[in-house]
């Protein structure tokens, strides 16, 4: 489900209301259940898995992520970015 348009630090992005997600610790585990797929993300892609509940933009969540954890800027936006792409790619971001 690639789109052509490039995920910025501008870009406004929220998780997929169509998958059905559960907590289990500090991990998440997630169904597709259109595709039958299964997905996990380990404590970090949780913690922004929960920030994606309602639109925010890149930028943003990267901000508050380096408030949280002790990550040099462009680190956290390249691995953000990285992360998010790849969320994209399987259907479970949304780019408003």
Partial sequence: MANSTSLTL????SRSQEILASEMGKETVMLDVQ????F???AIGSIIWGMLESPIRIADLCAALQTQFAV?????QRDV???????R???????E
């Avoid at 970015?81 to 969320?87: A, P, S, V, W, Y």
């Fill in 35 to 38: 595709k039958g797929a299964y």
């Fill in 81 to 87: 970015l990285e992360f998010l792409g790849q969320l």
């Fill in 72 to 76: 040099p800027a462009q680190e956290c």
């Fill in 40 to 42: 996990g993300m380990d």
């Fill in 10 to 13: 501008d870009s406004l992005v």
């Fill in 89 to 95: 790619e399987q259907g479970l971001l949304n780019v």
